[in-house]
């Protein structure tokens, strides 16, 4: 293979990851970052003693995380530590109930069945349903390009492949789910994976399923550090391999061709020549941006936005052993909420809450006796700007929502606090419009709708990230990091 000058725009985790894959094949690999830091949306926040991770805080398949790590001597072993959560969340509901979600499938069912209506079977088989899926479905939309789809299924076994038969395409992700449940509360819990792509479970397809197998059959893990440690990590060894970071950087433009390739990129500080160009930038901030002069595809076009959120950080000055790692506050009123954020496109007033805590696991992210708390909620990808009132009507919501819940005035104990809204989350992460994860997947149509790994009119054109497929969220930026290295390959 031809070894290329790569010149990746963006230093996410699928950036640090598609750098490491390229610079071990032997290429001279070029990341530039706008941000001071690598990670994109994996940041983090330092402050009187507290440290928290400010994007995403579930780590599954960490062996994406390995492998990379370990990509040129796959025999040295494990050196990156993480631990599986022998709890991987805990739900809790207005009417009192509380239902914990032990790693292993069979101990959620129980859990399940002793504390809801539910038999455990329907929760044993809904699980080994979604791992079918899973397995039917990873090679062929995860790990591969879509348009090579059908060439991947080809050389699938057919049995393996049976699973999707089952599913509909027309039902709903809640549709889904009320099929398989009786109880409300466990319709409820499994209708929330859809949040995890940033769309709603009462118009996604009933194939996001999947994504409950990842965090239920193959259990959710953390790393001893936190989740920041997985970006530290990544760029140590890309630095090794010898790639090139320039932070404080921006892309602002590429150097067309007549021949429909770049063969540069403009920045503020001099134009940088490159044969490969790939980009871990938001899809619809690089069209609207660094390449502005090229087409716009249909699905940037018409954005069809995922939802974005406020993050409130809390320096609690107390601890609370009511609460786990990863804590769900369930809204009354699921479908309303969605409505809320899809339709009506305005703040909710009975929000479902995150709550993350990861010195429940790092002990020194918190001073002693202290917790530090991630808290928080799903709201539309606005319009205009969020003002300063909506901001502490969402503060109020969630204050009321917890003293509700968990019988607890969280704003006595807060001795820090800093705020992110969809502003600042584009602003710092590229994000448009502070939307988590590019487009949402409200459709049956999504999935082939989202953007390509290659341009099909820029031959050396490359698009990697929680933006375009295979989806956001850790593992899918991974392994589409893995795609852009195969279409390289290609050329």
């Given at each position: 293979m031809k070894q290329n000058k790569i010149t990746i725009i963006g230093s996410g985790i699928s950036g640090i990851a598609a750098a490491i894959r390229l610079a071990a094949k032997g290429h001279k690999v070029l990341v530039l970052e706008q941000n001071k830091v690598a990670g994109g949306k994996i940041g983090q926040i330092k402050h009187d003693g507290f440290r928290f991770d400010t994007g995403p805080s579930l780590f599954t398949l960490p062996k994406l995380v390995d492998d990379l790590l370990n990509i040129d001597n796959p025999h040295k072993g494990h050196y990156f530590n993480y631990k599986k959560l022998e709890n991987t969340c805990r739900y809790f509901y207005e009417d009192g109930t509380i239902i914990n979600a032990p790693s292993e499938a069979s101990e959620f069912a129980d859990e399940v069945a002793a504390k809801t209506t539910e038999p455990k079977d329907n929760v044993?088989?809904?699980?080994?349903?979604?791992?079918?899926?899973?397995?039917?479905?990873?090679?062929?939309?995860?790990?591969?390009?879509l348009n090579r789809a059908f060439e991947t299924a080809k050389r699938i076994a057919p049995s393996a492949l049976r699973p999707l038969l089952k599913i509909n395409p027309l039902r709903t992700m809640h549709g889904e789910n009320s099929r398989w449940f009786k109880s409300d509360h466990v319709i409820q819990l499994f209708d929330r994976y859809a949040t995890y792509n940033g769309s709603s479970p009462y118009l996604a397809p009933s194939v996001l399923k999947v994504i409950s197998h990842l965090e239920h059959n193959t259990g959710a893990y953390f790393p001893e550090k936190g989740m920041y440690n997985i970006v530290e990590m990544l760029y140590q060894k890309a630095i090794g391999l010898g790639v090139e970071f320039r932070f404080g950087t921006e892309a602002t433009g590429?150097?067309?061709?007549?021949?429909?390739t770049i063969s540069g990129i403009k920045t503020k500080k001099g134009d940088i020549k490159t044969d490969i160009v790939v980009s871990d930038i938001d899809v619809n901030t690089f069209y609207r941006h660094t390449g502005r002069e090229l087409t716009k595809p249909r699905a940037v076009k018409k954005s069809s936005l995922s939802s974005s959120a406020i993050i409130f950080y809390w320096g609690m000055e107390r601890t609370f052993p009511e609460l786990d790692i990863h804590n769900i506050l369930f809204s009354k009123d699921y479908k309303g909420e969605f409505d809320a954020i899809f339709h009506k496109r305005e703040l909710f007033p009975d929000p479902t809450v995150y709550i993350f805590i990861s010195s429940k696991v790092v002990k020194t992210d918190a001073p002693e006796g202290c917790e530090n708390w991630f808290v928080m909620i799903n709201v539309p990808s606005p319009e205009n700007k969020f003002r300063k009132e909506h901001i502490n009507t969402a503060r109020q919501n969630v204050i009321e929502k917890i003293q509700k819940v968990l019988n607890i005035n969280p704003e006595i104990h807060i001795r820090f606090e800093e705020v992110a809204t969809p502003e600042t989350i584009q602003t710092f992460t590229g994000s448009f419009k502070g939307a988590l994860y590019g487009n949402n997947s409200n459709s049956i149509w999504s999935a082939f709708l989202r953007h390509k790994n290659r341009s099909s009119k820029y031959r050396n054109l490359f698009f990697t990230g929680g933006s375009v497929h295979p989806g956001g969220g850790i593992p899918l930026c991974l392994a589409s990091a893995g795609i852009v290295e195969k279409e390289i390959e290609r050329i």
């Open positions: 044993k088989e809904y699980l080994i349903s979604a791992k079918k899926l899973y397995n039917a479905t990873a090679d062929i939309f995860i790990f591969n390009p590429l150097i067309i061709n007549n021949n429909n």
